[in-house]
């Protein structure tokens, strides 16, 4: 092998082994950003609006057609649909031609800011879900303080009378990743979104578990009946704040109430057991 196939062949090589090294930063990077820091006061949860990519604009998107959802790790049919999508008609076993439509869209009960796409169930006749994982470790001396409280709120709903549903929940977890503790929101039933198409906002506080590291965000849609899962949801926001310590709330409520007994002491005198108020005696 002459010098100048020796260099052309270890050029090869340097140039083959560089690609596979970029190919498993890349790799590595991918895997790392499906884990999401926390910022305090904010919104944790990634592409909570499902404005991240692109939605289904007629509602029948299965298999590789399903949109790519950015933040998520989805299963089975879960999509993301547009506000207004055009719906699509198919052929039941009878061999009649039924239509699906009457979609989510700008003129349905929800959110007042909603963006053009929403979370749908899917088009296939199954449940399906979506989740993510929020990494809280940063937020350690606040949590195990006992000070960091969460709001968990979203839209969520369903078709007409159809009983498709969801479930949006929480699982906190410690550094190893064992559960310490879970909440969770659900959608109406038909009726009491008055058996039509729209979302309903729900909502959930509590305190952040101590020693909790992780939260574990799931998006369950669960199908019941129907040519598709119409269960929906849609601006979904967690957001973990910081309480005042005990002591300073105990100094406050102490001031509070010398405060009061203070105006009390201005307003109400007591003379030899009697009480004057307003400068009647009784």
Known sequence: MNKLNTFTFYSQQIAKAGIALIAVISSSILLTSLTHAATLGQNIIVNGDAEQG???????AVGTDIPFIPGWIPTDSFSVLQYGATGFEFTNPLGNIV????LPNVNSSGPNVRGKNLFFGGANRSSSSASQL??????ASIIDAGQGTYDLSAWLGGYGTDLDNVKFSLNFLNQDGQSLDTAFITSTTPEERNNTTGLLFQSTKGFVPVAARQINVALDM???????????????????????????IFGLLVAISVICLLISDFTTKSTNGKCTRSGQSY
Do not use: Q
């Open 54 to 60: 692109e939605g289904d604009p007629i509602g029948n």
């Open 134 to 139: 929020i990494d809280i470790a940063n937020l």
């Open 99 to 102: 239509a699906v439509s009457g």
């Open 222 to 248: 669960n199908y019941v009946r129907g040519r598709v899962n119409d269960s929906y949801a849609d601006n979904l926001s967690l957001v973990i704040t910081k309480v005042p310590e005990s002591d300073s």
